[in-house]
């Protein structure tokens, strides 16, 4: 390969790589975060733990469904527990009476699936729900109503099924932080892209 066409040719990919927006860039890296967390040893630990504020987060070997969006998040530089916190000290009223809380608790309150789906209606975009496995797209988030009201949620991500007809999730229902062709196991509740405020 002579010089000048390996010189056309980073040039090309160059353009190419900085031709995607700035949304899709996001949301390939959010996906990558995502996908990272699978090699991680994790046991499903819903309990209560008191942790830092800011940046706090349970053992690194324990978590729940939020914890994957939470720590995905945390690659990208955005810390939910200190933006549902904040959105939660100025607007309490607008989140969840589920817990029969008084007041915003920052060790849990950005753990809860309904909180998460109150903030990304506020500060994300609300996607299309459907059974069109073309509507979610790599970074995007979902959530799932599993039976009565036990939520869940997860993370689309740049992996297909099997089959190479549905986009795969991300997610921690029980068996810790993994890698899953269950997009459309259960009934999906939401559906949202949030790239920061």
Same mark, same amino acid.
């Given at each position: 390969?002579?010089?000048?066409?390996?010189?056309?040719?980073?040039?090309?990919?160059?353009?190419?790589?900085?031709?995607?927006?700035?949304?899709?860039?996001?949301?390939?890296?959010?996906?990558?975060?995502?996908?990272?967390?699978?090699?991680?040893?994790?046991?499903?630990?819903?309990?209560?733990?008191?942790?830092?504020?800011?940046?706090?987060?349970?053992?690194? /070997?324990?978590? #729940?469904?939020?914890?994957? $969006? !939470?720590?995905?998040?945390?690659?990208? %530089?955005?810390?939910?527990?200190?933006? =549902?916190?904040?959105?939660?000290?100025?607007?309490?009223?607008?989140?969840?009476?589920?817990?029969?809380?008084?007041?915003?608790?920052?060790?849990?309150?950005?753990?809860?699936?309904?909180?998460?789906?109150?903030?990304?209606?506020?500060?994300?975009?609300?996607?299309?729900?459907?059974?069109?496995?073309?509507?979610?797209?790599?970074?995007?988030?979902?959530?799932?109503?599993? /039976?009565?009201? #036990?939520?869940?949620?997860? $993370? !689309?991500?740049?992996?297909?099924?099997? %089959?190479?007809?549905?986009?795969?999730? =991300?997610?921690?229902?029980?068996?810790?932080?993994?890698?899953?062709?269950?997009?459309?196991?259960?009934?999906?509740?939401?559906?949202?892209?949030?790239?920061?405020?």
């Amino acid at each position: 390969m002579n010089r000048s066409f390996q010189v056309l040719l980073f040039l090309v990919l160059a353009v190419t790589a900085f031709a995607q927006p700035e949304s899709d860039r996001f949301a390939e890296r959010l996906s990558e975060a995502a996908l990272s967390l699978t090699k991680q040893v994790v046991v499903y630990d819903p309990a209560y733990y008191a942790i830092a504020y800011p940046g706090g987060d349970v053992p690194s /070997d324990r978590g #729940v469904c939020s914890d994957v $969006i !939470i720590r995905s998040y945390r690659a990208m %530089d955005i810390d939910l527990q200190k933006e =549902v916190h904040e959105d939660m000290l100025a607007h309490f009223e607008l989140y969840p009476d589920i817990w029969g809380l008084s007041r915003p608790d920052s060790n849990i309150d950005h753990r809860r699936v309904p909180n998460l789906m109150k903030y990304f209606e506020r500060y994300g975009k609300e996607k299309l729900i459907s059974s069109n496995a073309d509507d979610y797209q790599s970074g995007d988030i979902v959530c799932w109503n599993l /039976d009565g009201a #036990v939520t869940h949620i997860g $993370i !689309i991500v740049n992996r297909k099924s099997d %089959d190479g007809l549905r986009p795969m999730v =991300v997610h921690n229902i029980g068996g810790g932080q993994v890698l899953e062709d269950c997009l459309f196991e259960f009934r999906i509740i939401a559906h949202y892209i949030y790239q920061g405020k």
